[in-house]
T-cell receptor
């Protein structure tokens, strides 16, 4: 069974540019999460999809961030326009359900550097 | 507000010695607690979790963790460290009512020397 995949693995962009991150969850996992770790700090929750619907987007930092999950399969996270403080590692995770009995499986992350 | 604290940025242990990575939490209601590990250039891997039941939880790679409600702690332990255990360890918590959202600590870098 393939794990959670993320693309690209690294992205270096200039301030003001746009970047789109992609996450492919494990097949059959209705729940998809985005998290972010900024330099050396804790991993912070961004948002949670159940199928194509946003269940919880309380962690989205501002309206420069747009997440979508069309068709309830893969998800994209767009940052437009990017700012220096957006640099960090963006993790995607998926799970079968939201009960604590279901682990969240994480992808390798996308390292975003905004210069 | 829910939070997790990992008081040590780095833990250094000699191979063969026991290791402990500390975690304390704050959450409303009964906590669900998790440990994840991140090896270089890899995603987070699930190690173990506490939901209910026995306070001592056993997980992957010989790791275990003890839930202590009175001290609001969930320290990760291993009786005999291996060099291959060197990695970044994250503690996480969620409340029973919180959907799937995990609250993470800032991570602890474990270094095991031969």
């Amino acid at each position: 069974e393939a794990g959670v995949t993320q693309f690209p693995s690294h992205s270096v962009i200039e301030k003001g540019q746009t970047v789109t991150l992609r996450c492919d969850p494990i097949s059959g996992h209705d729940n998809l999460y985005w998290y972010r770790r900024v330099m050396g700090k804790e991993i912070k929750f961004l948002l949670h999809f159940v199928k194509e619907s946003k269940q919880d987007e309380s962690g989205m930092p501002n309206n420069r961030f747009l997440a979508e999950r069309t068709g309830g399969t893969y998800s994209t996270l767009k940052v437009q326009p990017a700012e220096l403080e957006d640099s960090g590692v963006y993790f995607c995770a998926s799970s079968l359900g939201t009960s604590a009995t279901y682990e969240q499986y994480f992808g390798p992350g996308t390292r975003l550097t905004v210069t | 507000a829910q939070s997790v604290a990992q008081p040590e940025d780095q833990v250094n242990v000699a191979e063969g010695n026991p290791l402990t990575v500390k975690c304390t939490y704050s959450v409303s209601g009964n906590p669900y607690l998790f440990w994840y590990v991140q090896y270089p250039n890899r995603g987070l891997q699930f190690l173990l979790k506490y939901i209910t039941g026995d306070n001592l939880v056993k997980g992957s790679y010989g790791f275990e963790a003890e839930f202590n409600k009175s001290q609001t702690s969930f320290h990760l332990k291993k009786p005999s460290a291996l060099v291959s255990d060197s990695a970044l360890y994250f503690c996480a918590v969620r409340g029973a009512w919180q959907g799937g959202k995990l609250i993470f600590g800032q991570g602890t870098e474990l270094s095991v020397k031969p």
